[in-house]
């Protein structure tokens, strides 16, 4: 505790004689900056590593020679601490982190994560995080790398994680800490991507970041441990499987569940709760995730939240559409607890009005999303009285949700033939694009919104229902369209439906929407 007040007094000591130096002149400052720049090169490198293992070893002799007498070995640590903070100016020059790295100072430094005296382990994320700086790094690639990988080596993961554990949001700089260890995770996910799933099979970071966003208060680091846990699962199957066997669906369900009733109270917690669903919405890609948002009544909560119409109504109808893609057991508890008409009133455009809702493209991606959880509910529940049940909403209100379907279509049809006719014109100016550029420009246009649409209309047919029938019918008569259009985008659908799926689900798939096309 004492070497710990040492430090602290050592930091406000440097905050008085840099407000006793505000004398100096605006032109002195950049100089002296300019010239520390100037003066960091190899050698410069050299002598401030020299220095700071010059006091390492100091520190190491006091603390076994004196180890129950803190006051004989204050004044090391706080050399160290002096030393470690003139270590940060290399931040100023990533290329000579190689020769950073061949000095052999990288387990020195990571080594101290684990010093006695918090305080120093402090200096260390703080040092971290200053020389892994998104910034920093910027054009530096090679440097990057060549640090990053030497930290790995060095167990910089394991290291950070088991610092972290000792850490307290009570004290300031310990939150800071916090903050900075996540940093530097990130900013090392940024240089080698596969850091993501590296710190995930080597430490306790997934269990920390769970016990994070389960409290209740809302501060920056609950907000940065959501950012966090996002970008680990956004991109592996590895860390969505992993944090599901960890009960992670079920706790991150309770952390969304808070605000089911309620907004958030600034930008910055509305910012987390987007990070939370986001983190949802990537634990519900792998099969066995689905099944446990079933069990944990993830789809009542998400019904429930629609239904409270508050911020996170479209985050909940995203989280929906995750869940019942490929997988009939969510489709069936869907409209088992009655959210067929919760999702028909957003579909038929009953949304909560607020000043991000009023956006054209927030209600655009949830038209998309609705349209995408319908498409679901049609391939997910393909007999019995819940299909009858899906089937008699399209019928309700003199078939008013039909209109609004080819209102859709009409749209999106517009959009793709427009994005063709530029496609078509960019060749013209030869400009060389394969047919498989422009089938996902295509896509970005709206055409994947298009077939499933397609397909919805392709069910309502394939249903027999005289009225329904009837109905699209003169919809794509009043359109000057026939039955060969839907049945065209099918057939699109059908030729490049899941390029990135199994083989046999592919054929499934297929299969099923060439059924639909036989109907036509």
């Known amino acids: 505790m004492e070497v710990s007040n040492a430090l602290k007094r050592k930091r406000y000591n440097d905050d008085n004689y840099m407000e006793a130096e505000v004398d100096l002149s605006l032109l002195e ?31 190491i002799e006091a603390r076994l020679k004196y180890p129950d007498q803190p ?18 100016i290399l931040a100023g020059a990533p290329e000579l982190y190689p020769e950073l790295v061949n000095l052999n100072a990288i387990p020195s430094i990571l080594n101290l994560l684990s010093h006695d005296n918090t305080d120093i382990a402090i200096d260390v994320v703080h040092l971290l995080e200053d020389l892994t700086d998104e910034d920093v790094l910027e054009d530096n690639d090679e440097p990057a790398r060549i640090l990053v990988d030497s930290l790995i080596e060095n167990n910089v993961l394991e290291l950070l994680v088991q610092n972290l554990q000792r850490l307290s949001d009570k004290d300031p700089d310990e939150m800071s800490a916090i903050y900075n260890t996540l940093a530097s995770i990130e900013n090392m996910i940024e240089v080698k991507p596969t850091v993501a799933e590296l710190v995930c099979e080597r430490t306790k970071l997934l269990r920390w970041l769970l016990g994070k966003i389960k409290v209740r208060e809302f501060d920056s680091n609950k907000q940065y441990a959501s950012e966090i846990l996002a970008i680990l699962l956004q991109n592996s199957t590895a860390n969505q499987k992993r944090l599901g066997q960890m009960n ?27 990070n939370l669903f986001d983190c949802l919405c990537c634990l519900l890609m792998p099969l066995e995730n689905k099944e446990r948002f079933v069990k944990a009544e993830g789809v009542e909560l998400m019904i429930i939240i629609m239904k409270q119409k ?30 067929l008409k919760t999702a028909f009133a957003a579909f038929m455009g009953k949304i909560p009005i607020s000043k991000k809702n009023k956006k054209e493209r927030y209600q655009e991606e949830l038209e998309e999303r609705l349209v995408s959880l319908i498409a679901s509910l049609f391939g997910g529940i393909l007999r019995g009285s819940r299909r009858e049940r899906l089937l008699s909403k399209f019928v309700e209100n003199e078939c008013e949700k039909i209109d609004r379907l080819m209102e859709l279509y009409i749209r999106y049809s517009d959009r793709v033939t427009a994005e063709t006719q530029r496609l078509e014109q960019l060749e013209l100016d030869d400009l060389e ?22 397909v919805i209309l392709g069910h309502l047919w394939c249903s ?43 054929e499934q798939a297929q299969t099923r929407i060439q059924k639909i096309i036989s109907f036509f």
Not at 29 to 34: L, P, R, T
Not at 71 to 88: G, N
Not at 476 to 491: A, G, H
């Open 71 to 88: 006051e004989r070995f204050a004044d090391s640590e706080v050399e160290l601490h002096e030393e470690l903070e003139k270590l940060k």
């Open 433 to 454: 694009m394969d047919e498989e550029e422009k089938y996902n420009r295509k896509l970005e246009s709206g055409l994947y919104t298009l077939q499933l649409i397609a």
């Open 248 to 274: 992670g669906v079920d706790v991150v369900l309770q952390a969304v569940a808070m605000y089911k009733s309620k907004d958030p109270k600034t930008s910055d917690e509305e910012e987390m709760l987007e």
């Open 464 to 506: 027999e229902h005289p009225q329904m029938r009837a109905r699209i019918e003169l919809l794509l008569k009043q359109q000057k369209l026939t039955k060969n259009d839907i049945k065209n985008i099918l057939q699109e659908y059908h030729d490049n439906i899941g390029d990135l799926d199994g083989a046999e689900e592919k």
């Open 29 to 59: 400052a950049v100089e002296k900056s300019q010239n520390t720049v100037e003066l960091l090169d190899l050698r410069t490198l050299k002598k401030l590593v020299l220095s700071f293992e010059r006091r390492l070893k100091e520190n």
């Open 310 to 339: 508050k911020s996170a109504y479209a985050s909940a109808i995203r989280a929906l559409d995750f869940s019942m893609t490929k997988y009939p057991p969510a489709c069936e508890r869907f409209v088992d607890v009655l959210g």
